[in-house]
Nanobody, 130 residues
Framework: RVFLVESGGGQVQAGGSLRLSCAASGDTAGPFYPLNCMAWFRESPGKQREGVAALDTAGGVIRGETYADSVKGRFRISKDADKNTLYLQMDSLKPEDTGMYYC????????????????WGQGTQVTVSS
């Protein structure tokens, strides 16, 4: 089993920036390479959990990045393999970016589908005020 712990959320004004972190522990070297595919999702009141950004790596090499259209050019996903930590740099934040942000790992298919991940963190709240 893999454990994921998010941090870095907070309250910021529109146009500001935040950097989220997701620390992974547990069976991170399991047979399905659970940290080779990781992602950030967010959930707002009244909305379904949506994929924000996903990162594919293998042997420390980035194989691909996937972003939701709503965050392209503003958010950037990255990972420190030595620290087993995933990051999400969020710039030019908008009020519609408000929500609980979740880290996920070990995917099977669509990188931005909440149904395709095995492990989830507890989330960190991001609030963007206008």
């Amino acid at each position: 089993r893999v454990f994921l712990v998010e941090s870095g959320g907070g309250q910021v004004q529109a146009g500001g920036s935040l950097r989220l972190s997701c620390a992974a522990s547990g069976d991170t070297a399991g047979p399905f390479y659970p940290l080779n595919c990781m992602a950030w999702f967010r959930e707002s009141p009244g909305k379904q959990r949506e994929g924000v950004a996903a990162l594919d790596t293998a042997g420390g090499v980035i194989r691909g990045e996937t972003y939701a259209d709503s965050v392209k050019g503003r958010f950037r996903i990255s990972k420190d393999a030595d620290k087993n930590t995933l990051y999400l740099q969020m710039d030019s934040l908008k009020p519609e970016d408000t929500g609980m942000y979740y880290c996920a790992s070990e995917c099977r298919g669509n990188r931005l589908s909440r149904y395709e991940y095995s492990y989830w963190g507890q989330g960190t709240q991001v609030t963007v005020s206008s």
